[in-house]
Structures are given as C-alpha cells and as structure tokens.
C-alpha cells in the first residue's frame, strides 16, 4: 500500500476508534439511566429465566436460610444459595437465586424477604421480578433506549463498543509501524517531542546517523499532507534519534513529518 494509502487507512482507523468508544460511553450511561430509572430491586425476567439477588442479612438472624420469603404470584420462586461477608464493613450478606417457571403468567411479583424474630412494623426487603410474555415485549417495556431499538443490553453495547474500540487502535498501531516503516525508508521520521528552548523550538524525531543524517544538517519539516511547515538544523544526532532546532518563526506540532536533506 501506498504512503496517501496507508495515512488514510489510519485516519479512517482512529475515526472508527473514536466512534466506539463514544458507544462504549453511551453504553455505560444508558445502564446507568436504565438502573436510576427501574430501581436497583426491579428486575426483568422472561418465563424460564433466572436472576441473582442479594442482599444483608439482619443481624439477629442466625444465617440466610432463616430468612422467612414471601411471593405474592405463582411461578416465581426463590431459592437461597449461599452467605457471605461484605467486602467494604465486613456485614453479613445472603445471595439467593429467583426463578420464573416456564409457565408463570406474565405480570408483577413481589418477593419480600422479613426477619423470622421482627414483628410486621420491621422495615423489610422487598424485589420486584416483572415478567414479561416474550423478549420483543421486555425489550420494548425497558427504560433503557439501546435496549428499546436494538435489543441488547446496555452494558452488552458498552463492552462490545470498548472491544471494537480497542481492535481499531490496535490496528491504528499496526498500521502506523508500516508507515513509519516506510517513512524510514524515504528518510522521513514522526516529531514525537517538541521543546520552547531560549535558542528556539526544539523537536525530537526518529532519524539518525544510520539514516545518513549528521549535527549541522538541515531539515525539512511538514504536515503529513506534505504542506512545508518550517526548516530546522540538527544539533543532536544518535544512531537512530536526532533533535534539531527551528530556524525563523515555523510552526512544528507533535506528528509532523521530518525529512532528511537529500544526498547531492
């Protein structure tokens, strides 16, 4: 592929990475909206699905399985798997799973978990399981956008954006390093630093003595689209590095593109 080729595959590459990502960022907020907007002990369940719940365990009851669990529709059950202890303040958790029977009636139910020892004034845990008849109408009765027109989940959009995101940018990397390849090649090189010194502008780029350059040469500095930008003289020069310093009032931004003098 050609040099325009190749800097156009980038661009359109870093574009697409852009892109995304800004999916990846609507992703997350659509969750986090959907989750403001449905209650963080409202679920969604289809007939036959199953969802995790958790939840602390009153400190007067001896361990989750003493819980007394309440369900006011038929086909949704509710079935203690384990306890644990909290990560941040050390307190008690259960951990349960619900079910919704593949026959239960779409509708509604509420699952309300109570202390066996509190009286009927204990404030009580309380989840809301809706079941709905297929997946068009859960999709459809969602609060969240992404759900409601693409059917995915929110978050399934999210990392599936920040996946893509991250497959572009590697190609972005992929890409530039047979660039800069080919750069090298022509005796071209990226500025990948520029420094305000009180002699002037100084910038950094990847050519060298094993690219024919030496201290006191001068360069030719431009846009990637190949716009002359400024002339620079060579005060450092490595094997494979060299830095110059601007002559006269040029402009030098990080990626733009060095060329060494050709050889008379």
């Given amino acids: 592929m050609t040099e325009q080729g190749l800097s156009r595959l980038r661009a359109l590459l870093g574009w697409l990475a852009a ?11 659509d969750s986090f ?35 007394r669990v309440q369900i006011d529709q038929p086909g949704v059950t509710l ?3 384990t306890q644990s202890q909290g990560f941040w303040f050390g307190n008690r958790l259960w951990q349960a799973e619900v079910r919704a029977a593949p026959d239960a009636a779409p509708g509604i139910a509420t699952v309300v978990l109570r202390d066996p020892n509190a009286d ?23 609060n969240s956008h992404i759900r409601r027109f693409l059917g995915l989940h929110p978050l ?55 690219h024919g350059l030496e201290t006191g040469a001068t360069v030719a ?4 689209s190949g716009l002359p930008l400024a002339m620079a003289s060579v005060v450092r020069c490595a094997a494979a590095d060299a830095s110059a310093l601007v002559v006269g009032e040029g402009t030098v931004a990080l990626g733009s593109i060095v060329s060494r003098p050709a050889a008379s």
């Fill in 19 to 29: 892109f995304f990502c800004l999916c990846a960022a609507l992703g997350l907020a």
């Fill in 33 to 67: 909206l959907n989750s403001f907007r449905s209650g963080p002990n409202t679920f969604a369940m289809l007939p036959g699905g199953l969802e995790h719940l958790s939840g602390p365990l009153p400190p007067e009851a001896t361990d989750a399985s003493a819980l």
């Fill in 79 to 81: 079935t203690m798997t």
């Fill in 120 to 142: 009927e004034n204990t404030p009580v845990q309380a989840f809301f399981i809706r079941v709905f008849p297929d997946q068009a109408s859960l999709d459809a009765a969602s």
């Fill in 156 to 210: 399934t959009f999210a990392v599936s954006g920040f996946v893509a995101a991250l497959c572009c940018g590697f190609l972005v990397y992929l890409v530039s390093r047979r660039l800069e390849a080919l750069w090298t090649r022509q005796g071209k090189a990226v500025v990948y630093m520029t420094k305000k010194t009180p002699d002037g502008l100084l910038i950094s780029f990847g050519l060298g003595t094993d």
């Fill in 221 to 224: 500095v431009a846009d990637e």
